[in-house]
């Protein structure tokens, strides 16, 4: 309980910063909008050449698309840990987080949140509805709970993946560039997996299930039997892997030594 | 003239410093490259070729248009944004040296280090994984280099353009990411833009972004032949000079606005 009334001051200290550059904020949402436009754009010109795409039709991959950005813009807005180590570790700012009584992951989803990440949700619903009028997918009263708990799942394989990197800040402060690599790997998680040669496909489904995240679960409303149990996995999947993350930050925050001031 | 190699040469040596990033900045692109290459593969199905384009030159387009971008591209932008928030801008104008070409060539010695131990190893690793066909013709080879030039001068006179931008905005995250994800789509970098409808070519046509990543590109998968080659460098030619007007004019206009808020 305490953590909820936390998280609710953190959440109304956040929307007065963020006011105060009001134009910024404005720009920010058109500038995310823009870059799903873009994801957009190119399976719609793609498509204006090809009419599948490894058996799989232009609304279909839509839809995906749709599908996938729910549970990544959740993730977007409160796990923004790819500066990490720079900004906690290097920086000596884990002190300061480690001195107060909470959680020290759950201070820094607090400190770094991005609400209005949370505006690509709607143009996934919207992209989705779209998709899924022209494919004339039906929806039962049951649907919109495995929606959510798809997208729950979803969630958790990225946070899980983006926290276990974070994690290694704690044993080497060292520069690297994994963080941006990561986000582009996530989007090969939005095609059918089918088209990338067995290695990939493995490492997307077992070790960075960035796959869990787009074509699995979407694959359910899209009414693929084929790949339902992969569908009907994502939530474990998306425990099992941010269960791990906590572990290991749990254990790495034991390894901290204090690197700044 | 002296003082601007020397800015190109510090750059140079600063980021020289910092090279062991860049290995895995190679394994970046060339996993980037991969997965387009097999998205492509899925794409063609066992077409022969698309709007001109075969896969092997499909592939060759999406390294080398990666691998350009490498030169080409740079925070610029950003490290603009950043003086001017934190106010070092306000030391660095009373330095006897214009301000923004600095920056130019800064940019410019980023360039040349990331094309020298980023560009031409990664190159290598590509070619060796994946058919990508490297051509054999020397004027090939030169019109690519005078081309990614005006590449990179096209994109650091928009980036100046985003940087200078923050002395109206003073927090300008968002049209820094907007500008990005534009040119991204708009330069041919994921898209040949021969791919795109016939209204949005027109519509490209009279915009400087092809200049950043298509034109280098067809020249290099030689899409483009003869004449055409001639008449895309004449139109990278003649952007980079159009591009000085509004650079320079927004400059002036940033100076009389100056607000210091720190320093």
Do not use: C
Not at chain 1, 45 to 65: C, D, P, Q, R
């Amino acid at each position: 309980m305490e953590y909820l009334s936390i998280f609710f001051q953190y959440v109304g200290q956040y929307l007065k910063t963020r006011l105060t550059y009001r134009a910024d904020m404005v720009v920010e949402i058109l500038s995310d909008f823009l870059f799903q436009a873009v994801n957009l754009v190119f399976i719609l010109v793609v498509f204006g050449h090809t009419t599948l795409l490894a058996g799989w039709s232009k609304n279909e991959m839509i839809f995906i698309y749709g599908f996938f950005l729910v549970p990544f813009s959740i993730f977007a807005s409160f796990f923004n840990i790819w500066d990490f180590t720079d900004r906690y570790i290097v920086k000596g700012e884990m002190d300061r987080i480690l001195t107060r009584p909470v959680h020290s992951l759950f201070q820094i989803v607090l400190e770094r949140m991005e609400l209005e990440s949370l505006f690509g949700a709607v143009t996934g619903l919207v992209v989705m509805f779209y998709a899924g009028d022209k494919l004339g997918l039906e929806i039962s009263w049951y649907d919109p709970f495995i929606f959510l708990l798809l997208v729950l799942g979803g969630a958790l394989v990225y946070a899980g993946i983006f926290i276990s990197l974070a994690t290694i800040g704690f044993w080497s402060d060292s520069r690297t560039d994994i963080m941006p690599m990561m986000y582009n790997i996530g989007n090969y998680g939005r095609y059918p997996v089918d088209i990338y040669n067995k290695i990939i496909k493995y490492v997307l489904t077992w070790i960075l299930p960035f796959a869990f995240v787009g074509v699995y679960p979407a694959s359910y409303f899209l009414k693929r039997d084929e790949w339902y149990t992969y569908a009907f996995l994502t939530p474990v999947v998306g425990l099992v892997f941010f269960m791990m993350a906590v572990t290991l930050w749990n254990i790495g925050v034991t390894k901290y030594r204090g690197a700044g001031n | 003239m002296g003082k601007y190699m020397e800015m190109i040469r510090i750059r140079f040596l600063m980021m020289l410093a910092y090279r062991t990033n860049y290995y895995s900045g190679i394994l970046i692109y060339s996993i980037n490259i991969g997965a387009y290459y097999f998205l492509w593969s899925a794409i063609y199905g066992g077409k022969e070729n698309i709007q001109g384009l075969s896969i092997t030159q499909m592939t060759t387009y999406i390294a080398v248009a990666w691998m350009a971008r490498a030169f080409y591209f740079n925070n610029i932008d950003r490290e603009i944004a950043m003086e001017i928030k934190e106010g070092k801008v306000a030391v660095e104008m009373v330095r006897p040296y214009p301000y923004l070409n600095m920056k130019m060539m800064q940019g410019l010695g980023e360039g040349i280090f990331r094309l020298l131990f980023f560009s031409v190893p990664g190159m290598v690793i590509v070619s060796l994984v994946f058919p990508v066909e490297l051509s054999v013709n020397l004027e090939t080879w030169v019109f690519f280099f005078v081309s990614i030039l005006f590449s990179f001068i096209i994109n650091t006179q928009i980036n100046l353009l985003a940087g200078i931008a923050t002395f109206f905005l003073f927090n300008n995250d968002g049209l820094i990411r907007a500008k990005r994800v534009v040119i991204d789509l708009f330069s041919g970098l994921i898209l040949p833009l021969s791919f795109y409808p016939m209204w949005a070519q027109n519509i490209m046509s009279y915009l400087p972004f092809q200049g950043i990543s298509y034109i280098p590109s067809m020249i290099f998968t030689e899409g483009f032949k003869g004449s055409q080659v001639f008449e895309a460098l004449i139109n990278q030619a003649v952007w980079s000079a159009i591009l000085i007007i509004p650079v320079y004019g927004l400059w002036v206009l940033a100076k009389r606005q100056l607000v210091v808020q720190g320093g």
